[in-house]
């Protein structure tokens, strides 16, 4: 519960995907953006999944993305974790792609 007693539209997550506090989010905010880490925002069209990841750098099986994972220590967390995906920030794998000379 929030402090005004109402149900929560989102819950604040840190880092490790631990909720560390809840707050209350008019309902058009709610479908407007995404609440990340500590208070920060993720535009809803930076939110990507393995899929999404290798059609955006032209790579044609989405596993590339999870063997760079594993190869690279320097990819992004995942900024999600949910049962059937893992949930990028495309701004940090742009930028980490771009680093990498995998994307111009």
């Known amino acids: ?14 880092h490790n995907h631990t909720i560390v506090g809840e707050c209350d989010i008019p309902t058009t905010a709610a479908a407007n953006r995404y609440l990340r880490g500590v208070g920060e925002l993720v535009d809803p069209a930076d939110l990507v999944g393995a899929h999404e990841i290798a059609e955006r750098l032209d790579v044609s099986r989405s596993q590339v993305v999870h063997v760079w994972r594993k190869r690279h220590d320097d990819f992004p967390e995942p900024i999600a974790t949910l049962r059937s995906a893992l949930i990028w920030d495309w701004s940090e794998v742009e930028a980490w792609a771009k680093a990498s000379g995998r994307l111009r």
């Open 1 to 14: 519960m929030t402090p005004n007693g109402n149900q929560p539209n989102y819950a604040d997550y840190d």
